[in-house]
């Protein structure tokens, strides 16, 4: 699979570390137990379209968010985790 | 229809025109006691026994595709009981002992191979890691014997003992671990449950649940509505799709699963070997292919075929154990998809859903669980409390940190 890394273009997936479904981006800031456990241990797991974090270990370190069909290893889209993480609100 | 050898005599002289199908090809009908979604092994393992062991009722299998379609016919047909942790090795263990007598008790032939699996050892401390795991084994009722380094290349000389990174030191021999016919097992379990009444109703997917109050009261599948008193699900890979009809988030994760098997080749190795620090091991089938695998690709995945860097991965690790591989062709190459839960355990276990139970997160190690997975689902069905051996196996042992992790990975599923 190659990912089209927004700032090296495509990029070998082995260059990449899979780090799980992009929606871990949205950690509860404390909560009950309960949202916790549901964070950390519960997926949606689609077959289909998924948005999913690929941390580029081999390569510039960066974090990506990338959209792929788990039905098929299509990828459909790149985006940096940063650009994600801060649409959503997060580290202001 | 019993099969014996007298049968099989029986036949040859009567030109074979007395065998009839295995299983018959019902119809669903409106409404069943249990249903069980999922025509796999495991799930037609849940139906035999339920049927066999525990009661008399209307029972019924769905399966979307045809019976064994799925992962019990994807596998690399391995045995085992080489667990460590209290919540496991007692289930396994149990998985085993079902399977020394299971050709007698379902009379059907799955080539039950008690061949002997070795897991390396390369290091001081991986030696000490498998003294300790060979006494959890012996302590549960299993069998256990620590090999030096010589131990093992009485049993397989031709072995890469001198690998600079991996030098092998020893090995934990299982000698009642080994293989199994894979598809027969599906056979088998599909024959026995037929005969004892069990309604197998193939190209017939859950397409939704109806659940009413907390309870539910049948499925919607691609053959119309079936009603049903209680609901146990055992779909693997699709785990996820099919809870989803009931509004569950599972903690589990799909992932594709790679499996090889060289051509065919005089006979090499008459066990099973784990090089668990190299990602690989190996078995030869009876027709003389070398049957291997390795890890699984790492991300999420329903397609039920994998990328060759793994594949490469995988080669590599047998030519560092084996140099000799590098002379066999690949002849074939295929996935799975596992249903890999966040602390490496599967799950049998009731729902929030009155009437409907779970059965899976069984990672890649769902084939050697089949029979023990299958009895201890119909108990949980049966009897509305968990197999003695199957209680750790909760969906709350997450929110009570109590996980069940093999490996000491921490929640993450590909890592397991």
Request: hydrophobic content about 40%; some cysteine.
């Amino acid at each position: 699979m190659l990912i089209p890394h927004p700032l090296l273009g495509l990029r070998d997936a082995q260059e990449f570390v899979y780090m799980g479904d992009a929606a871990l981006i949205g950690r509860p800031d404390g909560g009950d137990i309960a949202t916790l456990h549901n964070y950390l241990y519960l997926r949606d797991n689609p077959a289909g379209e998924h948005r999913e974090l690929w941390y580029h270990e081999q390569g510039d370190r960066s974090w990506l968010v990338v959209t792929r069909n788990t039905a098929t290893h299509e990828i459909l889209g790149a985006e940096l985790a940063r650009d994600v993480a801060r649409a959503k609100g997060r580290s202001k | 229809m019993r099969y014996s050898g007298w049968r099989i005599i029986k036949e040859a002289l009567s030109g074979h025109k007395g065998w009839r199908p295995v299983w018959r090809d019902p119809a669903p009908k409106s409404d069943y006691d249990y249903i069980i979604v999922g025509g796999g092994g495991h799930g037609l393992a849940t139906a035999y026994y339920l049927a066999k062991q525990f009661r008399q009722a209307r029972i019924a299998v769905l399966e979307k595709s045809y019976l064994g379609s799925g992962n019990v016919g994807r596998n690399t047909t391995i045995i085992r009981s080489n667990y460590l942790l209290p919540g496991n090795e007692p289930f396994y263990e149990f998985s085993l002992k079902l399977w020394e007598g299971l050709e007698q008790d379902f009379n059907y032939n799955a080539m039950v191979s008690q061949r002997g699996i070795v897991n390396l050892i390369h290091t001081d401390a991986a030696r000490d890691a498998a003294t300790r795991r060979g006494n959890a084994m012996i302590l549960n009722g299993a069998d256990a014997v620590l090999l030096d380094r010589e131990g093992v290349r009485a049993m397989y000389p031709w072995l890469n003992f001198d690998d600079a990174r991996f030098p092998i030191k020893g090995g934990l021999l299982q000698k009642r671990g080994g293989t199994v016919r894979h598809d027969a097992v599906a056979w088998g379990y599909a024959r026995g449950a037929d005969l004892a009444g069990v309604d197998l109703i193939q190209n017939c997917e859950v397409t939704g649940m109806r659940i009413e109050n907390g309870r539910i009261l049948g499925v919607e599948t691609s053959r119309g509505y079936i009603g049903a008193k209680k609901v146990g699900v055992a779909v693997a890979g699709s785990s996820s799709r099919v809870m989803a009809h009931a509004g569950m988030r599972l903690p589990i994760e799909s992932h594709v699963l790679q499996a090889f098997v060289s051509e065919g080749l005089k006979p090499l190795i008459d066990g099973v070997i784990t090089f668990g620090a190299g990602h690989f091991y190996v078995s030869q089938s009876d027709k003389g292919g070398l049957v291997f695998g390795g890890d699984i690709d790492g991300y999420n995945s329903y397609a039920q075929r994998g990328n060759l860097p793994v594949i490469e991965d995988v080669a590599e690790g047998g030519m560092a154990l084996m140099p000799a591989i590098g002379r066999a062709r690949l002849l074939r190459a295929w996935g799975g998809i596992m249903d890999m839960s966040m602390d490496g355990s599967p799950i049998i276990d009731k729902t929030g859903i009155e009437g409907l139970y779970f059965n899976g997160g069984w990672c890649y190690g769902g084939f050697k669980a089949t029979p023990a997975s299958g009895w201890c689902f119909a108990h949980l069905l049966a009897t509305d409390t968990p197999h003695p051996t199957a209680t750790a196996y909760r969906f709350d042992r997450f929110l009570r940190g109590a996980m069940i992790d093999e490996k000491g990975q921490g929640a993450q599923p590909n890592l397991h």
